[in-house]
């Protein structure tokens, strides 16, 4: 999926801006070796981020976090996602969401593919949410879990099973 595609399939205004600026930042990261360019980049990325994600709409997607393509935001106030963090291609995340570690090491979580996440959702620790998986509103997930879960709750478990039945 291209750079372009991504930006379309947000719904409205506010979410393309924080894929845009995301997306920016990433590539200024990863991808640009000169180093004049890269610290001019650079400081455009976080100018735009300090305004518009950071004092704006209260959001914390650094640059150089791990995203695949296909990432797309609803409501992107108050979104919290650790540097550390590694997120698969076509992840869907809702508002007041965090994803990083708990505060007594670094482990962040690594997130499938195919994930949403819903309103106020948080995943916190050294875990993995395997493909296909979805979080609901408010959960909060310390534990891994298997492809095709749905985890909801505090702490979050998984009701797909019990669905099934």
């Known amino acids: ?18 894929i845009f600026i995301y997306r ?16 001019i980049l650079y400081l455009i990325y976080r100018l735009f981020d ?28 108050g979104i919290v996602i650790n ?14 969401t965090t994803i990083g570690n708990k505060g007594t090491s670094d482990d962040c979580p690594i997130i499938g593919d195919n994930v949403e996440v819903g309103m106020g959702a948080r995943i916190i620790g050294g875990i993995t949410i395997a493909s296909k998986t979805k979080i609901g509103a408010n959960a909060v997930v310390t534990k891994s879990c298997q ?15 019990k669905r099934e039945k």
């Not at 991504?6 to 924080?18: D, H, M, Y």
């Open 83 to 96: 540097t550390a963090s590694v997120i698969g291609k076509d992840f869907l995340i809702r508002g007041e």
């Open 50 to 77: 300090l305004i518009f994600l950071k004092l704006f709409l209260n959001c914390d997607i650094p640059g150089s976090t791990k995203i695949g393509p296909g990432f797309r935001i609803f409501h992107p106030y």
């Open 147 to 161: 492809p095709n879960s749905v985890l909801v709750g505090i702490p979050a478990h998984n009701i797909q099973r």
């Open 24 to 39: 920016f930042g990433n590539f200024t990261y990863f991808h640009v070796h000169i180093p004049i360019i890269r610290q």
């Open 1 to 18: 999926m291209t750079f372009l595609n991504e930006i379309k399939k947000n719904p409205g205004l506010l979410p393309k801006l924080v």
